[in-house]
């Protein structure tokens, strides 16, 4: 998987055996977006890319942590 923080959303991008996807949530927590190649809502994921899905959502809540002091 690619990350990419940005001023206003941060991506999370990857494959699954369904095709690529990519999450999307917005600097503000105001949006949570999940886009997938078929239309669905749901992406297969391993234990190990759910922690990465984690790791990226601690890193991205971190860096608003040090905004708002």
């Given at each position: 998987?690619?990350?990419k923080?940005?001023?206003?959303?941060?991506?999370?991008?990857?494959?699954?055996?369904?095709?690529?996807?990519?999450?999307?949530?917005?600097?503000?927590?105001?949006?949570?977006?999940?886009?997938?190649?078929?239309?669905?809502?749901?992406?297969?994921?391993?234990?190990s890319?759910?922690?990465?899905?984690?790791?990226?959502?601690?890193?991205?809540?971190?860096?608003?942590?040090?905004?708002?002091?």
């Amino acid at each position: 998987m690619k990350s990419k923080i940005t001023k206003y959303y941060a991506d999370l991008k990857g494959r699954d055996s369904y095709g690529k996807f990519l999450i999307r949530i917005q600097t503000d927590f105001s949006q949570f977006i999940l886009e997938t190649s078929n239309g669905d809502a749901y992406i297969d994921i391993d234990k190990s890319e759910l922690k990465e899905i984690r790791d990226f959502i601690t890193e991205l809540l971190g860096d608003t942590d040090q905004a708002d002091a």
